[in-house]
């Protein structure tokens, strides 16, 4: 292995999708502040740049709204799992932040009169939930892509100094005080230790659990998974949403926009099945309840094949939109749909299956960003999060569409202001003497006999058996068998070597180390599913379909010690709406 180096700088980003660049921005605009970000991609191909359909702020350009009315319906789409206070700041900030970035010169779609325009998206309502309300701003369906160009273009003007492609394998924590982290530079294979007076994880989400998912190759979950190794509990892990319309078979993201602008989902039958399970909101429910409502339709032989032993599936019909609002709002899905499907969905209803999509836990933080540990313990100094891998919590218990993107650039710059502010006071923690010693250990594997397709057998059986038994809807038997079996495939990843002994570019030892961390993420999901005996929102029990506040209006957080799983709970803001049941 070649020699370990060390660089120091006062603030450390790993992540440069929309939340790690947001927050780059914020530390690096404060002079002097030596701001580095690290990335396991090259920055513009992060998840974040396949965002499609908008990001929702209550400007109320083109009917009337309220940013009130947003922090409601996040509580509400939330199952009421959301921290209440955590809700205002993202709806209220939400409008300054999208005016921001127009500024910084996001090209939006607009108005005739020049304003940003905005379209529906699902669980979003004017009045507390009167009807849908037009509150996503998008630039056609390529939002996240110009996010993500406008934020790394600042970037570059306020020379951050970027990593590309370093994988980060270890956080250094002593005691609560975070001191750095050490990555892998693919390019040579060599470890770098970052030394630092504050750190922020910003990896994004880890979809690649599952057999489908809408999600991109590297969303594996890395920096969840290394800070649970490092102790630091993970909060509402349970929670994973599925998308509605992701393309048969492959998963592939349909947006929610092309429901906002008029699609219509329809059974075998062409019924508009959603007017029986959500008479207001009709498919412009939120999603876990149209997710639900399609895997009913589909096993009860309603699907199109009406058959639900054959992967059915149900159409996405968006023939009434036309080709002219297609071609101008939506011109990515219609060529997906054009090369994936081979179909024109001006013609043709597009064929979908829930896929899925977005992790509403991760690591738990406080409304600066700042990682917070289990019970009493308070925050970890000089530790902070934000984005997909984190839980603030704004999305409780299910996300509304646009309200990610919101969360990054909302709760990115939070975190980013904090963070300048400490490492400006900050001084630089002692480095630990054996600060490599422990990701050495991880990326290690000449001791390891290589077993040819050995790791991608663990793999196909991880994300069968989330697909499977920790989907859409699960139950007791399922998920505590889950566990086992996840816990058996661990312990076989221990003794799988690395077939490839390069130090250049080793993908076999990246893939390795990626599955690593989905299966530690895969088995906190599974047990923290076992653990919570009620349905809420995306996670729905065959065995307890009731929402239980009085045992589960809580947040879990998990961690795992040698082995063994240990739960706690954290309690829920509900200082401004008192839960009520969820209709639609
Ligand atoms: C297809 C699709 C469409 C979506 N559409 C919308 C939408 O319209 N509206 C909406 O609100 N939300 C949408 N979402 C959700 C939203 O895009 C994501 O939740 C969000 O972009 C995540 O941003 P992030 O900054 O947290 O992470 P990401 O953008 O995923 O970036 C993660 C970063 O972390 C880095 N990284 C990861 N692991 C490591 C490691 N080990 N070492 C170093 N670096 C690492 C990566 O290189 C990358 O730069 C969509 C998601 C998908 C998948």
Redesign the pocket.
């Given at each position: 292995m070649s020699k370990t180096q060390t660089h120091e700088f006062d603030a450390v980003i790993?992540?440069?999708?929309?939340?790690?660049?947001y927050a780059a921005l914020e530390a690096s605009s404060i002079p002097g502040n030596r701001t580095a970000v690290?990335?396991?991609?090259l920055?513009i191909?992060?998840?974040?740049?396949?965002?499609?359909?908008?990001?929702?702020a209550a400007l109320g350009n083109v009917e009337e709204d309220n940013p009130e009315w947003h922090a409601f319906d996040t509580v509400k789409g939330g199952d009421y799992l959301v921290d209440q206070q955590a809700a205002r700041i993202l709806a209220d900030d939400a409008v300054q932040a999208v005016y921001d970035l127009e500024n910084r010169g996001l090209p939006f779609n607009r108005t005739l009169d020049g304003r940003i325009d905005q379209r529906r998206f699902g669980g979003h309502t004017r009045n507390f939930g009167e009807a849908p309300v037009k509150r996503?701003c998008y630039a056609a369906d390529r939002?996240?892509h110009m996010i993500?160009q406008t934020l790394y273009q600042q970037c570059i003007k306020n020379e951050v100094a970027f990593f590309d492609e370093?994988?980060?394998?270890d956080v250094l924590i002593e005691g609560h005080r975070c001191a750095g982290v050490v990555?892998l530079e693919l390019a040579t294979g060599a470890l770098h230790v970052f030394h630092t007076k504050a750190v922020m994880i910003?990896?994004?989400?880890f979809?690649r659990m599952y057999r489908t998912t809408?999600?991109?190759y590297?969303?594996?979950g890395?920096?969840p998974a290394?800070l649970a190794r490092r102790g630091v509990p993970l909060e509402d892990m349970e929670f994973f949403q599925f998308h509605p319309t992701g393309i048969r078979g492959m998963g592939?993201?349909i947006?929610?926009?092309v429901r906002g602008e008029g699609g219509i989902l329809r059974n075998r039958e062409g019924e508009r099945f959603m007017e029986r399970y959500a008479p207001t909101m009709l498919d412009l429910a939120p999603r876990d309840m149209i997710a639900r409502a399609m895997m009913t339709e589909i096993n009860t032989g309603h699907g199109i094949l009406g058959d639900p032993s054959q992967d059915d599936y149900l159409h996405l019909d968006a023939t009434a939109l036309g080709a002219d609002v297609l071609a101008k709002k939506l011109p990515d899905i219609r060529e997906f749909c054009q090369t994936y499907l081979g179909l024109d969905p001006a013609d043709k209803p597009i064929p979908v299956q829930p896929t899925a999509?977005?992790a509403m836990g991760g690591i738990p933080t406080d409304l600066d960003g700042r990682v917070t540990a289990d019970g009493e313990a308070g925050v970890y100094e000089g530790l902070y999060a934000?984005?997909?891998?984190?839980c603030v919590s704004v999305h409780g218990a299910n996300r509304l569409?646009?309200?990610?993107?919101?969360?990054?650039i909302v709760y990115?710059r939070r975190a980013g202001r904090h963070m300048a502010e400490f490492v400006r006071q900050a001084d630089l923690p002692t480095l630990p003497g054996d600060a490599a010693t422990h990701a050495e250990m991880i990326v290690k594997r000449s001791d390891k006999k290589p077993q040819p397709g050995q790791a991608a057998k663990i793999r196909t059986s991880m994300r069968d058996i989330m697909m499977d038994s920790v989907g859409v809807y699960r139950s007791g038997a399922g998920l505590s068998k889950a566990v086992e079996q996840f816990k058996a495939l661990r312990a076989e990843a221990q003794d799988v070597g690395v077939g490839d002994t390069n130090q250049a570019y080793n993908t076999d030892l990246l893939e390795f180390?990626e599955s690593q961390n989905l299966l530690d993420l895969a088995l906190v999901t599974a047990a923290s599913a076992a653990h919570r005996e009620e349905s809420r929102g995306a996670h729905s029990r065959e065995d307890f379909p009731e929402r239980l506040d009085e045992r589960f209006l809580c947040h879990t957080l998990v961690t795992v010690e040698d082995g063994s799983i240990r739960f706690a709970t954290k309690p829920v803001d509900t200082s401004i709406w008192k839960p009520k049941p969820r209709a639609y």
């Open positions: 790993v992540g440069a999708g929309g939340a790690g660049l690290l990335s396991k991609l920055p191909r992060s998840h974040t740049g396949t965002a499609q359909g908008g990001i929702g996503a939002t996240g993500l370093f994988h980060i394998v990555a910003a990896t994004g989400g979809g809408s999600n991109a590297a969303n594996t890395d920096g290394v592939i993201l947006t929610e926009a999509h977005y934000a984005g997909e891998c984190a569409g646009t309200n990610s993107l919101v969360d990054l990115g180390l």
